[in-house]
């Protein structure tokens, strides 16, 4: 085969180097589509961060304003029912819950301007100063109900009154009070404090504005190199299913035709296809002459559908004046009449059907799958030769493989296999080969197979 294809070279443009080309080509397209989609996220996630900042900051803004009305709350109910209740819910949420320097903290996480960031100082100061009317306006009415100073918070027991205030009579200690937390004053320090925050919010929400532009400015560049990509790559495609127009399918449709027809291929095409029209007309010929003499019989074996012992005999004598190599693969079922003696023969003989379909399925339809009585099995490969041997290891060990672990309610099993190559047709001792690298596998521990003449066989439990 080899030979006649060096005798007569081929010619034709080559797919295989069309489609390296291509291939290089997408794969320089999609690694600038893969950049782009690592840096679309990023650019995404910065954006979506910026909007969490926000939302947080204006949950942080909302938080220090209900912590301040809360406190303003306790603070107007201790001056109107001077119930020291109401005095103590006010500490624990300044010393325990916190909720106003918790909120400030987070505020003062936020990147800005210096401009907006002294908002929020002077929010912080202003907020202080209210707290220290609020505290002053507690320690009069404190001390107008005479409470002792161990029942009393820390900032009310230090705050000191001033000398005139300290000299008022209980009743107007109570009023004093009152005015400080409930007159035009007290309103303005707190309305000065939301000014300030509005203006820090206000500040926080520019600053985000202006990252989300920037993101989405991003965002739009690495869209428009999306779209010049995604259209380089339809390009390909394009131009990639003309080429295989041309180049795969017209040849392709003409081969169909000349198969079904039961013609020998022409030799047209591209480079692959000339190559596969030479070698399909080699092997055309061969079957031809093997399907001649195998239609004068109908000899296949009742059980397994496979072809018999007979066929068997006339294959050889038609493979015996061949010039291409040949392989013989001779197989058996690993320890088959202890299925039959522990399962039954039913049991046996769907075993030997599962492996026949299991045979035909693995190997090639142009090779010949033989049972040669029992357990035994044969299958003649025609164009095999020994540096394909990694090929039948892999469909040894793909059946065995599957045997060992049945769906089926069938026991599990195996095969054992003695391999004999030929490099010209079909040699008489290619049997007594096979045979003998068989009888190596059964004696090391089946499960495997073994090659004629080679230095290391392989078998396995």
Not at 290 to 295: I, K, R, S, V
């Amino acid at each position: 085969m080899e030979e006649k294809y060096e005798t007569q070279p081929l010619k034709g443009v080559k797919i295989r180097t069309f489609n390296t080309c291509m291939m290089l080509l997408s794969s320089v397209i999609f690694i600038f589509l893969i950049y782009n989609s690592v840096v679309m996220p990023s650019q995404y996630h910065q954006l979506v961060t910026s909007t969490d900042e926000y939302i947080v900051c204006e949950k942080d803004a909302t938080s220090l304003s209900q912590a301040s009305d809360y406190l303003t709350e306790q603070v107007r109910l201790y001056v109107q029912n001077m119930d020291i209740t109401y005095m103590d819910r006010y500490f624990e949420e300044v010393h325990v819950t916190r909720r106003r320097e918790n909120a400030l903290e987070e505020l003062e996480r936020h990147e800005t301007t210096d401009t907006v960031r002294k908002s929020l100082e002077s929010a912080l100061q202003s907020s202080n100063d209210l707290m220290n009317r609020e505290i002053y306006a507690m320690k009069l009415v404190s001390l107008a109900n005479g409470y002792s100073p161990d029942k009393l918070p820390q900032e009310v027991r230090e705050m000191q009154l001033k000398v005139e205030d300290a000299s008022l009579l209980p009743e107007e200690m109570v009023e004093k009070a009152r005015e400080l937390v409930f007159d035009s004053g007290y309103q303005d320090a707190k309305a000065l404090i939301r000014s300030h925050l509005d203006h820090f919010t206000t500040g926080v929400l520019e600053t985000m504005a202006e990252r989300q532009k920037n993101c989405e400015d991003v965002l739009s560049a690495s869209l428009s190199r999306q779209r010049v990509l995604v259209t380089l790559l339809f390009i390909m495609n394009v131009i990639t299913f003309t080429a295989i127009s041309i180049l795969i399918i017209r040849p392709l449709t003409i081969h169909i035709k000349r198969i079904k027809d039961n013609e020998l291929l022409e030799i047209t095409g591209s480079y692959e296809f000339r190559y596969l029209a030479v070698t399909y007309n080699d092997i055309y010929e061969l079957n031809a002459a093997n399907q001649a003499m195998l239609e004068q019989k109908a000899e296949h074996d009742p059980l397994t559908g496979l072809m018999n012992r007979s066929a068997y005999d006339d294959i050889k004598l038609v493979m015996r004046d061949s010039a291409i190599p040949v392989a013989l693969v001779l197989l058996d079922v690993d320890r088959f009449k202890q299925v039959n003696d522990k399962h039954g023969h039913e049991a046996g003989d769907r075993t030997l059907k599962k492996v026949a379909a299991l045979l035909t399925r693995t190997f090639r339809s142009s090779d010949y799958i033989i049972r040669l009585g029992g357990d035994e099995f044969a299958v003649v490969m025609p164009e095999m030769e020994r540096g394909n041997l990694a090929v039948l290891e892999r469909k040894i060990a793909s059946m065995n493989a599957f045997l060992q672990k049945p769906e089926d309610g069938l026991p599990p099993v195996s095969l054992s296999a003695g391999i004999a190559f030929s490099k010209e047709g079909f040699r008489e001792d290619m049997f007594s080969q096979a045979d003998e690298a068989l009888y190596y596998v059964k004696e090391h521990g089946r499960c495997g197979y073994s090659v004629y003449g080679a230095e290391r066989k392989n078998g396995h439990e």
